[in-house]
């Protein structure tokens, strides 16, 4: 497995192999790889002939309040385990390889940005429509693998793709959980063992939405105030949002039909984490 930290480096390895008639998977993340990202490596593995996985903590996501500077770095490990899931390539530039001085263009994605963590995180969707766009013109992969964990995150990149003609398959790959239902992220490192306790109200409260909807609730209203009050049980959460909305347009809606999505973003002490669930009527 090579380690490729250079834009013109990783455009001339995506070059050759594609002058060998062979196709190209990416898997973008931000490293402190856990086994939802192993999952999508594999996955792309069984669908490409290479794999790439970028390992970027990408700054403009990050509102000035947040997590950057702490978010967990482990290129050693992460290469590790990403060569045992099949990875040929991690390309693991420098923040200033990626934004050079004088960079100033940005990708803009309207409508269902303006919601759910677009909204309690002003500007993270610029962030990660411009990082997305820069990896998918240097790596020019045949498929980019996404986790369903990141709900909304799909989304917008589905309709940037579209709108934008760009000549790439996003494969979409379901919520891996722990054994307890806690769905993996690479902030559940930052959760104490009470905190670790805490955050399982998340999945729990997916769970009792889902068990409502199969006994024949159908009212969005109610699903959502009954999940709020199961949130609010846990004295360490804290809820940032929890919502309903139609899916995958993502719009308000009063009765849950063919399907609609729960999603929710809860602190659990200093940690923010977010869960879904598809509800089916």
């Keep these: ?24 998977g990416l898997v973008p993340t931000m490293g402190s790889l856990h086994e939802g990202h192993l999952t999508l490596m594999r996955q792309a593995k069984k669908s ?22 702490k978010y967990p770095r ?31 263009s940005f990708i803009e994605i309207n409508g269902i940005t303006q919601k759910l963590c677009g909204l ?20 020019q992969p045949d498929k980019a693998f996404f986790g369903q964990k990141d709900a909304q995150q799909v989304l917008v990149l589905k309709r940037m793709v ?14 891996v959980r722990e054994k307890d239902g806690l769905a993996m992220s690479s902030r559940n490192a930052f959760l104490s063992p009470e905190e670790r306790k805490a955050a399982l109200v998340l999945s729990q409260s997916l769970q009792l939405a889902q068990k ?28 940032d949002y929890v919502e309903v909305y139609s899916y995958p347009q993502l719009e308000n809606l009063d009765v849950i039909g063919d399907k609609a999505l729960l999603a929710l973003a809860v602190r659990i002490g200093n940690t923010r984490l977010i869960d879904n669930t598809i509800l089916e009527g």
Excluded at 168 to 173: A, G, I, K, P, Y
């Design 1 to 24: 497995m090579k380690i490729i930290s250079d834009i013109q480096e990783m455009q001339l390895f995506v070059r050759q192999a594609k002058e060998k008639g062979m196709s190209i």
């Design 48 to 69: 490409c002939d290479v794999v790439v996985t970028s390992i970027f903590v990408n700054p403009t996501q990050f509102g000035p309040t947040e997590d950057f500077a």
């Design 74 to 104: 482990d290129l050693s490990g992460d290469s590790e385990q990403a060569a045992k899931a099949g990875v040929d390539v991690i390309f693991h530039p420098q923040p200033e390889e990626m934004y050079p001085a004088g960079y100033s």
């Design 120 to 139: 309690s995180r002003p500007g993270h969707f610029r962030g990660v429509a411009t990082v997305v766009t820069k990896l998918f013109n240097i790596v």
């Design 162 to 175: 579209t709108d934008l003609n760009m000549n790439v398959t996003l494969e979409v790959v379901p919520i």
């Design 212 to 239: 409502l909807v199969n006994q024949g609730q159908v009212d969005a209203q109610n699903i959502k105030e009954q999940v709020i009050l199961k949130i609010k049980q846990e004295k360490l959460a804290q809820i």
